[in-house]
Nanobody, 122 residues
Framework: QVQLVESGGGLVQAGGSLRLSCAAS????????MGWFRQAPGKEREFVAA????????YYADSVKGRFTISRDNAKNTVYLQMNSLKPEDTAVYYC???????????????WGQGTQVTVSS
């Protein structure tokens, strides 16, 4: 069992930065790949980024590539999403999730956090 708690969301102007954190409970955190997803009002949940259990491989949606960076610290049971050059279209609730094998398809993820709101003003 893995419990996930996101933090770091907020209101930021376009062009600004935020860093999201996702703290995990449980001794098996390091055995899971982790992903970040987001969901805007009226839209489907979409993949943002994922990282392998070791942190050695990372994957990004085209819409965030070059602006967002996913990382993890297994000693702290935490995964991060550094978001730079934010745009109004990045506005959404951001969720972290855990999966046994890294994936960009949200139905494959086993555990989810409650989400954190990110709002980017123009």
């Amino acid at each position: 069992q893995v419990q996930l708690v996101e933090s770091g969301g907020g209101l930021v102007q376009a062009g600004g930065s935020l860093r999201l954190s996702c703290a995990a409970s449980g001794r098996t955190f390091s055995s899971y790949a982790m992903g970040w997803f987001r969901q805007a009002p009226g839209k489907e949940r979409e993949f943002v980024a994922a990282i392998s259990w070791s942190g050695g491989s990372t994957y990004y949606a085209d819409s965030v590539k070059g602006r967002f960076t996913i990382s993890r610290d297994n000693a702290k049971n935490t995964v991060y999403l550094q978001m730079n050059s934010l745009k109004p279209e990045d506005t959404a609730v951001y969720y972290c999730a855990a999966v046994r094998e890294v994936s960009s398809w949200f139905p494959e993820y086993d555990y989810w956090g409650q989400g954190t709101q990110v709002t980017v003003s123009s």
